[in-house]
C-alpha cells in the first residue's frame, strides 16, 4: 500500500503553539483555506530556524505544509506579519491570546472561515498595532464574532412593541433580544444607554470596512467590554480560559 503524501501552501495565523520533545513544535494553525490544521514543526525550537519565528503564536505566515495520511508537518514558513512585539503589555498580550482562543474554539478543522480570520486578523492589528483601546477592540470582536459563528443577537427594536430606541434599552443576555423600559422582560437584561445600543448596532449591522471606525468614550467601552464578554460566554456556555484571565487583570 502507497502512503498519500501531498504538499500545499496556504497562509495561516498560529494561535496555539505546544513545545513536545526536545525540538518539536505542535502548532495550531487558522489556515486561510482548510480552517484548522494542527502541524508539526520539526527543529521549531531552535531560534536561528527560520521556521522558528514563523512557527511562534500570533505570527501569521505562508506555510508550506506537508501531508502525510492524517498528520500534518511544516516544510517551509515565511513570516508575513508577528503580533506581538516588545512593548506589548499584559493586557494586550492577553487579549491577543483570548482573540486566538475564540478562533479555535469557532474555526473548523478542514472547513475555510475567512470571515472569522479577518475578524481576528484585523483585531490583533487594531490591538497590537494601532493601540486602540483594548476594551472597544474586544467588544468589537467578541460581538462580531458572535455573529460570524451564528449567535447574533437582535438589535433592530424592542422584542415586545419594536420601539427603535430609547434612554435605556434592556439586552436579553439569554434570548438576544432588545426591550424597552415597559415590555416584559423574562430573564437577565443589562441596560444599554444610547451611545453602548448605537455602537453594538454598529458592531452587528455594519460592513466589515466600516467595523473598527467608530469611536466612544473609554468608560462606555468598558462597560460595552463587559456585556459583550458576558453575551458571547453565555450564547456559547464556553469557559474562556484567558478570558476569565482578563477579568483578574483588566483596568
Ligand atoms: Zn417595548
Do not use: W
Not at 447574533?152 to 423600559?181: H, R, T, V, W
Not at 415597559?182 to 444607554?193: A, H, I, N, R, V
Not at 456559547?236 to 480560559?241: A, E, L, M, P, R
Amino acid at each position: 500500500m502507497t502512503e498519500v503524501q501531498t504538499r500545499f501552501t496556504t497562509e495561516a495565523l498560529v494561535i496555539k503553539e505546544m513545545n513536545v520533545g526536545e525540538s518539536d513544535r505542535l502548532v495550531t494553525l487558522f489556515t486561510r483555506d482548510y480552517g484548522i490544521i494542527k502541524a508539526f514543526a520539526s527543529g521549531a525550537k531552535n531560534i536561528k530556524s527560520k521556521k522558528g519565528s514563523a512557527t511562534s503564536l500570533l505570527t501569521y505566515a505562508s506555510f508550506t505544509i506537508k501531508r502525510k495520511n492524517e498528520s500534518y508537518r511544516i516544510y517551509e514558513a515565511t513570516p508575513i506579519t508577528m503580533f506581538f512585539g516588545a512593548g506589548s503589555d499584559i493586557v494586550v498580550l492577553t487579549l491577543s491570546q483570548y482573540f486566538c482562543e475564540l478562533a479555535n474554539v469557532f474555526a473548523v478543522a478542514g472547513t475555510p472561515n475567512t470571515e472569522l480570520l479577518r475578524l481576528i486578523l484585523n483585531s490583533l492589528h487594531f490591538l497590537t498595532k494601532e493601540k486602540r483601546y483594548p476594551p472597544l477592540i474586544k467588544a468589537v470582536t467578541e460581538l462580531r464574532c458572535a455573529v460570524i459563528s451564528g449567535y447574533s443577537p437582535n438589535l433592530i427594536a424592542c422584542d415586545g412593541c419594536g420601539k427603535f430606541e430609547d434612554d435605556i434599552m434592556y439586552f436579553g443576555i439569554i434570548d438576544g433580544e432588545l426591550k424597552c423600559q415597559t415590555c416584559e422582560k423574562q430573564g437577565e437584561y443589562l441596560p444599554l444607554d444610547r451611545t453602548i445600543l448605537s455602537a453594538m448596532r454598529h458592531i452587528v449591522y455594519s460592513e466589515f470596512q466600516k467595523l473598527y471606525s467608530f469611536e466612544i468614550p473609554n468608560d462606555k467601552a468598558k462597560i460595552l467590554s463587559d456585556i459583550t464578554g458576558k453575551y458571547i460566554t453565555v450564547q456559547t456556555d464556553h469557559k474562556f480560559s484567558t478570558l476569565e484571565f482578563y477579568e483578574t487583570i483588566k483596568e
